[in-house]
């Protein structure tokens, strides 16, 4: 328990810090939001219920608290929306405000996200750093769903989990048993994800260059773009071959690859001319 009345001590400490300094800001004048509702009437609606005493009681305080620290102010315009108030764990309320019908006549903001790409959650890298050595069947699986949920960040994902992949399969491995190829793999897929790159937001202004990759026992792919002189990957892809496909010849494994990819990123080249990468001179001139 000490460690709780710790963590409660040092909570209290840092909000009676910041409490003098959160209430000398109150309102500002210097930006306007702006909500866009096109030409829909205002909406107007009363509350939903007469609050009874308890619930009144805490709606007046905190709407003065509100008042008296310059968070909010009198409004006469013609929107109105009604007060909730939502329990909260520590039995005390919450007071929100039920714009649910002022979201559905906002226009929705379709602009792209001027961000610099797309990158793996540091939560979720963070626990495959700290993923245990996998016991038995179960705990490869999970490690496999972990990993698996980002493996657009994984160039060959495929490729690099097959042998953990095959220590789940019964047919391959009837008893579990975490070879020295299921440690690599394991080791190279957290590193991997852990150091994962940024992938870069498509731009439908650019061409798309799609390279291919296949190998033994799996079908790879990179779309990317070249923008400015500056290549930038949209993304990984790969997946195993099935047993029938790993007796094809090193290019018709490269042929399937062109038409698995180009069907899995069709979102992306479909109605757009486009280029595929190979090193297989043969599907240059079929």
């Not at 805490?58 to 109105?80: D, L, R």
């Not at 999970?142 to 490729?159: P, S, V």
Request: with cysteine.
């Amino acid at each position: 328990m000490s460690w709780l009345i710790h963590r409660v001590l040092n909570d209290k400490l840092i909000i009676d810090e910041l409490d003098p300094i959160v209430k000398k800001y109150g309102i500002t004048y210097e930006f306007q939001h702006h909500i866009d509702v096109g030409n829909s009437k205002p909406i107007k609606q009363g509350p939903y219920r007469l609050l009874n005493p308890e619930k009144k009681t805490a709606c007046v305080k905190q709407t003065a608290e509100m008042f008296e620290a310059g968070i909010c102010e009198p409004s006469f315009g013609p929107w109105v929306s009604p007060v909730t108030l939502v329990p909260k764990k520590d039995s005390t309320l919450r007071f929100c405000v039920d714009f649910r019908k002022v979201n559905e006549i906002t226009v929705k903001d379709t602009s792209y996200c001027k961000c610099a790409g797309i990158r793996p959650d540091p939560e979720k890298s963070e626990a495959v750093r700290s993923f245990p050595i996998p016991g038995k069947a179960k705990d490869a699986r999970a490690f496999l769903g972990l990993t698996g949920y980002y493996r657009r960040f994984i160039k060959n994902y495929a490729e690099v989990a097959e042998s953990l992949s095959n220590s789940i399969r019964e047919k391959y491995n009837p008893i579990f048993a975490f070879t020295p190829e299921c440690q690599q793999a394991f080791e190279l897929l957290k590193q991997r994800l852990i150091s994962a790159p940024i992938v870069a937001y498509p731009n439908f202004d650019y061409p798309f260059l799609l390279q291919l990759d296949a190998c033994d026992y799996g079908l790879g792919a990179v779309p990317a773009q070249n923008i400015d002189g500056i290549e930038h990957v949209i993304a990984y892809a790969s997946r195993t071959l099935q047993s029938c496909e790993r007796k094809y010849s090193a290019s018709e494994r490269e042929c399937l690859d062109s038409v698995w990819d180009a069907q899995h990123f069709r979102s992306y080249l479909e109605g757009r001319p486009f280029e595929v990468w190979t090193d297989h001179i043969d599907l240059c001139h079929g």
